[in-house]
């Protein structure tokens, strides 16, 4: 039996006007387990506090019960008191008797009832409450980011220039992701790569940052401030302590001349040799083999490389490596890539090389680029002279084909692809077919304005039916103009399509390995959409940049600095007090159904065989164990729990039951 | 409450049971703004609406409860992302059951309410009130697995 | 026609086509794969706000219904599954059935086979109304 202390606090006129304090005390004083009960003007204050804990030791108190204000605001106060005087603080319970009794009720009669009422639920459930220790778990300090983008590099420099080791995965053999294929940025115009590189160099040089490029992440176990990764070093045939980057092999190597190996960096627009570095700003700047068309890997013969490089770093012998590494934090920064356009049948996409995407239209426009930045036809070589936009490629779309959301930054860029063309070559003629024009952020609409007023590029409210290449190498668009209620029919030199962004492919395979959420789209999910935006419901795990929703580099950036914050806050601590009001499963009862997994948002609750022993039964079996660590105690699980196995420690179906009970007295 | 006097009038006796990140603190709301409502509402706190087992439910109806009502934060609001809409189907069942059994649907209820509607939390408890005041005294379940 | 005839009206053409009007963006994708657009007085992207704001009375006797070709192109590309293709199928439809043509015989049909009638409509109509 508990041994109960029951305080009723006066809150100055606050309560005791409308609750008779002197009364409830005297009806509460007899209930089961209490065996001290006793009014005071103000609880929370210091002299309050002190007769709490002087009457702790003088009754030798096991249990507190507050009456008092509302919870949320003083039980954390009342807790520290009865921690002081050495009870353990999940022994007290606050009844409410001032938000949700005093200040709502008029009739003293009434309210001093009610009061007892709410007394007696909370000294029922105070019986029935347990010491509960608040559990503690080691933090590693040193984050993880999966992808080297901006999203990734931004977030690894903030979290490296707080003083904490960071280290960064990226599959591709260069960090820099899809910012470093852009040519300008909107809407300020500078040049992508003059912002990015200096960026990616920091990343390299910076002493709390390790690279892991051309490497991709495993596996994941542990938990929040505990995992362990493991992370494949995909064997790059060239020796990174070695290599100078000085780029013979790639001007030696005989398949760089074929021209057979499209480079996935210009799009396909260019092709590339076997060994290769994908950009020359790449970072680290050594070539990788790609061991699928490498002749000497297919043949045996060749090793043109291995003869001519000049510090003896080609080695066709490595092999690919895996290492683990303990994280207290991983964000996940893995990006975006344009959707497939072969359902999109009616644009030609597939048929004339003239129709391009946007990103291709980056790679033409880049000074770097597969035409040194001259704008040209890819059939015939020439510079068009018209231009056909088509808007929303893609989004919007409610069926298979294309994605349901909006891709955000299609109108921006489109808007900043006409200008520099306009810039570069004035007598372009573009049109632009769009939906609409979506343009919130500082200094977007401007920027669009600016398009039509000053550059005159021709804005066509409608969208584009048909693209049919001609006979002459020309494309026919056949399109709507809404706003004249007519059809066009239009001759143009090349169709560029703003073709919807996705997240990137392998995200579903790194969500499910960090049982971080993703919705139908495959963008990873927020703990909150609003308040917490950058962390995922499984704790410990951060998302960074396009893999949480499509957004433009400004906001990127934002995010990415926001979510370094939150691994620093993280790594900061010593050690994470985990709250102790979490689920419990009783392996009598459980038979390992899953239910309760389906339902945990936080993949807190995992299965093990375990040895069953009680009346009657003794044998092994599947039950549900839950890792303190990750529950949040929402108690979705015991609900769903079929068997009543589960149960949440502070909020027990007997406690919440007996209150019922007492309050249907 | 006193059955000697014969005018008195019938108080019914409703449980709320509201979520502790949205409902608890829009009744907090609802007190500090002092929007009263009546007095045979009792709330009881629970991390989520989620964690409100149909057991907590049908236990208050055994005990003479007249009627119970569920808050939760609005869909998309859940502070644990998806609690409320495991409540939102889990009553909906447990209702129409209810009213299966003789506990007519007006004394039960599901409502959103957040943080920071006071109002609509003290309007909701009035409203509901009134319906149950209305419908009068509740059958009383009967628990068949132990009767005491 | 009264509130109520219009209501009924929206709804079984909702019914018979399968498709939601009000799903529709106007982003105009139909009508720039029209093949007849020039021919139609109300014009494809329009059929979906015809229905939506009730004047069917309109769309109905507008020259649209019949020149339609059927063609199925913006059925196709319609990225909104609003589909007016049968939208206008299911206005025709409507008129079709009005004229109490109601009913088709399986063994009616070779003798109504006509190169001037819509072969689609032909389908469609045995289809829906054999039995």
Redesign the interface.
Known sequence: MQRIGVFVCHCGTNIAATVDVKKVVELVRFEPGVVFADDYMYMCSEAGQEKIIAAIKEHDLTGLVICSCSPRMHEKTFRACAEKAGLNPYMVEVANIREQCSWIHKDREEATEKAVILARAAIAKVNLNTPLQEGESPVTKRALIIGGGIAGIQTALDIADAGYEVDIVEREPSIGGRMSQFDKTFPTLDCASCILTPKMVEVNQHPNITLYTYSEVEGVSGYVGNFDVKIRKKARSVDMSACTGCGECQAKCPLGKMGKIPSEFDRGLRTRPAIYMPFAQAVPAVPVIDRENCTYFKTGKCGVCAKICPSKAVNYEQEDEIVTVKYGAIVVATGFDIINLDKFGEYAYNESPDVITSIELERLMNASGPTGGHLERMSDHKQPKDIVFIQCVGSRCDDEKGKPYCSKVCCMYTAKHAMLIKDHWPDTNITVFYIDVRTPGKNFDEFYRRAVEQYHVNYVKGQVGKVIPQPDGSLLVQGVDLLDNKQIMKKTDMVVLAAAVEPNKGVRKIATMLTASIDNNDFLTEAHAKLRPVESPTAGIFLSGMAQGPKDIPETVSQAGAAAVKVVGLLAKDKLKTNPCTAKCDPMFCNGCSTCANVCPYGAITYEDQQVRGPGVNETRRVAVVNNALCQGCGACTSACPSGAMDLQGFSNRQITTEVDSICR | MSMNEEKTEFRPLIVAFCCNWCSYAGADLAGSSRLSYPADVKIIRVPCSGRVNPMFILRAFERGADGVIICGCHPGDCHYSTGNYYARRRMTLLFSMLDYMGVENGRTRVEWCSAAEGVKFSNTMNEFCEKVKSLGKSVRLGDIRCKD | MTKQEIEKKVELIKEISGCDPY?C??????????PA??EMDV?P?QFASYIVNGDIESLVSSKSLWKCLTCL??I??????VQPGKLIDAARQLVERERGGDYLHAEDIPELLDDDVPQQLLVSAYRRYRR
């Open positions: 799903k963006m106007k982003c105009g994708k139909c009508s720039g794969s029209c657009f020039n014009k992207h192109a913006c196709e590309r319609c990225p909104r599954s």
